[in-house]
């Protein structure tokens, strides 16, 4: 079983390929450059070193979101490019999900934290418990505070991971009342490696989508949508 | 290197650089064999124009089935194409960015050649699908939403952009009169519409000039002129006639349009004229533009409305002569929201 990863969601861009239990290459960059310079042209150079015949390939996995718009396009349309071309399924991954992948096999309660803007973060919790992934709350978008209080209810030593700690990091310190830690660079952002890990196990599980229905979920509206429903939400009361 | 010209060139191009999600084949640049257009007015009359975000999420949504009905509908499959077209700027970013990476992550798995166009250059060459006798050199006329210029099309490839709008689109013009009178978005061909049952010669809007380029524009001048007219009849309680201004106002920009091509025509000494853009589909616009250059004997070229407005067939005909020409994109290719033409 081969399958080809990709992550596009935040600052890093990264693109792996495992096969049954191994994994055959990853490259990941963090780096100013865009992803639509960066993504393909890494997979390029990774698919070379490692001779991937493309045709091969079981299915491909895509950090889906949430994140950056931008971001998670430039990933799904690559995917689904791919996809279309090699006419093989897609694997729809939360990428919140796959951060917490980063910290396989830990005893303690993992919370990832993406800057979501807006005075938010994406999140989630999650365990590992006999093995088994366990997702205790799932990925959504809700402030630091409300965040730091579910973990703070759970009342268990908790790592935090992602690129919201760079700006969250005080406010943790300040409010958080359970041993906590954050994980070290080469856990602590998105890894196409975790992608492909979990991609694999829903693989195992039948859950794939065409590359055509694939999109991205977002976990939040257009700011345009969002106005409107407010603006529509105003006049009937 | 193989005469590429003697061959049958397949190109699949793709086009999401506003609300349109499309796709097409064509052989050797002029030979349609298909055109798929998904369009998201709808969505967007909501908001009285197009929403980026909005935008780019329905071409995520769409952009696999567009292709893949443009492929079936040419009856050929991906291991056909010669080359993949796409339009890489200018336009939304958020939308280009989505027909870039899917355009590129085929052309990757496939290992078929990627072509960047640049999405005036697509309309500009929407003419050598819709005529197929038309060769450079000839001065084009480009109207959009987005864009307004003069182009002098020296050969295939090579452009010499003589006019371009100081500020607002000539499209966006009339998006913004048509919302001020009432009749909402798309303004284009509401006003159209309605101006067949008014007096052009109603009200005198300004034709403007620039001082230090002749053969650029300036629309934001006109749109105020109609505001401030629209104004001061609701101060003086008069009646607004719709059917005037929209006619007035059109007439307006139409002679702008005409004056600047006729004397683009004569400074250049140009024997051929066409339009290109969506408003280029406008009726009087056209017909205007048609009926001087009858007058002076210069031959008129125009694309059908379907070639006008954003599609991928235009891409497909400016790829075909981009790749002839060698030019190739790399996996690295990005989208530029401000790409100039030329570049």
């Known amino acids: 079983m081969k399958l080809l990863a990709i992550d596009s969601s935040g600052l890093v861009a990264s693109v792996a390929i495992i096969e049954d239990n191994n994994l055959l290459g990853e490259y990941t960059i963090n780096y100013k450059k865009t992803h639509s310079q960066t993504l393909l042209p890494m997979l390029d150079e990774v698919a070379k070193m490692i001779e991937l015949d493309k045709a091969s390939l079981d299915a491909i996995a895509v950090s889906a979101g949430p994140g950056s718009f931008t971001g998670l396009r430039i990933g799904s349309a690559t995917a689904k490019g791919l996809g279309l071309a090699l006419n093989k399924p897609l694997i729809h991954v939360p990428t919140v999900d796959a951060l917490a992948y980063n ?135 | 290197m193989i005469k590429e010209t003697e061959k049958e060139i397949k190109i699949l191009a793709i086009e999401s650089s506003c609300d349109e999600t499309a796709a097409a084949v064509v052989v050797n640049g002029r030979d349609l064999r298909s055109n798929v257009i998904s369009s998201q007015i709808d969505l967007h009359t909501l908001y009285g124009g197009v929403v980026p975000e909005i935008a780019s999420r329905k071409h995520i949504e769409k952009i696999n089935q567009v292709i893949e009905q443009a492929l079936s509908d040419a009856d050929m499959t991906l291991d056909d194409m010669d080359a993949i077209g796409v339009t890489y700027g200018p336009g939304l970013i958020g939308a280009l960015l989505v027909g870039v990476a899917e355009a590129k992550a085929i052309s990757y798995a496939k290992d078929i050649p990627l072509v960047g166009v640049h999405h005036i250059e697509g309309h500009i060459s929407a003419n050598y699908i819709e005529n197929k006798d038309l060769e450079p050199p000839f001065l084009c006329l480009v109207v959009s939403g987005g864009h307004t210029h003069l182009v002098k099309v020296a050969d295939y490839g090579k452009y010499e952009i003589l006019g371009r709008t100081r500020d607002d689109a000539a499209g966006e013009a009339f998006d913004k009169v048509a919302r001020a009178i009432g009749l909402g978005y798309p303004g284009g061909p509401k006003i159209e519409k309605v101006s067949y049952e008014g007096n052009s010669d109603a009200i005198a809007f300004p034709r403007a000039k620039i001082a230090d380029g002749v053969y650029d524009f300036s629309f934001s001048g006109l749109k105020s002129a109609v505001l401030n007219y629209l104004n001061g009849c609701r101060m003086k309680g008069e009646e607004i006639n719709q059917a005037d201004v929209a006619a007035s106002f059109q007439k307006s920009v139409t002679d702008v349009l005409v004056e600047h091509a006729m ?29 001087a250059c009858k007058k002076k004997g210069v031959a008129f070229y125009r694309p059908s409305p379907i070639l006008c407005t954003d599609n991928a067939a235009m891409i497909g005909a400016a790829a075909y002569y981009d790749f002839i020409a060698g030019k190739r994109a790399g996996l690295d290719l990005n989208a530029v929201a401000n790409l100039k033409l030329g570049e």
Not at chain 1, 208 to 237: C, G, M, N, W
């Open chain 1, 103 to 237: 910290l396989w096999g830990t005893d303690k309660l993992i919370c990832p934290l993406m800057d979501a803007r807006r005075q938010q973060v994406y999140t989630g919790l999650y365990e590992f418990a006999e093995n088994e992934f366990h997702i205790l709350l799932e990925q959504c978008a809700i402030g630091i505070d409300e965040i730091i209080e579910k973990v703070n209810a759970m009342g268990r030593p908790v790592i935090f991971l992602g690129d919201g700690i760079d700006v969250l990091a005080e406010e943790i310190k300040e409010h958080c009342k359970v041993p906590f830690s954050f994980a070290p660079a080469g856990m602590n952002k998105q890894r196409a490696a975790s992608v492909a890990l979990l991609g694999k196990e829903l693989y195992e599980k039948g859950k794939t989508v065409s590359a055509a229905e694939h999109a991205p979920d977002y976990l939040r509206l257009s700011q345009a949508e969002r106005e409107r429903k407010e603006k529509e939400r105003d006049f009937r009361i």
């Open chain 2, 263 to 291: 004397h683009a025509i004569d400074e250049y000494k140009m024997d051929k004229f066409a339009i290109a853009g969506g408003v280029a589909s406008n009726g009087v616009i056209r017909q205007a533009l048609e009926e």
